[in-house]
């Protein structure tokens, strides 16, 4: 059973959840692949209501997301930390993510990519701009911490066309 | 009278609100300038409380902030239409917007660009990344909606350094 929110009702929940993790899916080639994410944002963009994701060039889901038009999130209410800590640090070039985590996928309402089940809380999104990053325009702080090895993020900017709660 | 908050806490007014109007205020050269946004996201970004504002090259606006390190936005949680809808037609450029709105500036509290007084809610922000807008990377529609004349915005991302109410 699924209940359709409004896109911006948990958003505060989204915003506290998402630095202890969340789900970022993706598929494209017949293959799925989720990762963790601890950054994200939520809002409004022409006209729109848009969730950001940032990938890093490295990733396996970069290569997913780059041949999709569309990736979803699933935001745990509940403890997932053993699952989003091996999606985290496995790759799913090496691995069936899904399996090796236990994690159950329900097929996307509205996009061709999957969610997590049961993590209580989902947006389906179709990708509206995507942006890598350019390291010029970046404050030099931010740079020195997070981009030593230069393994910079694309900013995808996805539709949310779709936004529910889930048991 | 102002009171410290979260800065996920009232994202969900932010965004119920914010397609309505709200105020982008910057600085640069000793001149203040505001606009009305209708566009926006609060996130986490490197770690960070980050709220993203987008502006126009045409803008006034824009040639303060390229020329800033900050810019604050003021939510009005009460109705503030008149003022909003001057801010969204005229250009600083030609006249003082604060005055000709009957708008209070108050000074930040963490950076040197000033809130709109009595709007209820503010964001200062500290520029982590900007980004102008890849025509390329955008989705048709949106490009025929928004940028037909070419006028693409600017992606200005900012860490949120204070984050309060006032009366």
């Known amino acids: 059973m699924t209940k359709e929110i409004a896109y911006q009702e948990y958003s505060s929940t989204v915003l506290e959840t998402i630095s202890k ?80 985590a236990g994690l159950k996928l329900q097929p996307g309402q509205k996009v061709s990519v999957p969610v997590i089940g049961g993590c209580g809380l989902h947006y389906e999104c179709e990708i509206l701009y995507k942006s890598a990053m350019d390291p010029a325009q970046l404050d030099p702080a931010i740079q020195k911490n997070a981009y030593k090895d230069g393994d910079y993020h694309t900013f995808y900017h996805g539709k949310i066309v779709a936004c529910y709660l889930d048991d």
């Not at 290569?63 to 990736?71: D, G, R, T, V």
């Not at 979803?72 to 090796?100: E, N, W, Y």
Request: with cysteine; hydrophobic share 40%; proline share 2%.
């Open 21 to 100: 993790g969340a789900f970022l899916t993706t598929n494209a080639g017949g293959r799925s692949n989720t990762m963790t994410i601890g950054w994200g944002s939520i809002g409004v963009m022409w006209g729109l209501p848009v969730f950001t994701v940032l990938v890093r060039k490295s990733r396996y889901t970069y290569e997913l997301i780059e041949n999709s038009s569309a990736f979803t999130v699933s935001i745990p209410l509940h403890d997932m930390q053993a699952a989003l800590a091996l999606c985290g640090s496995k790759s799913g070039r090496d691995m069936d993510k899904f399996a090796a």
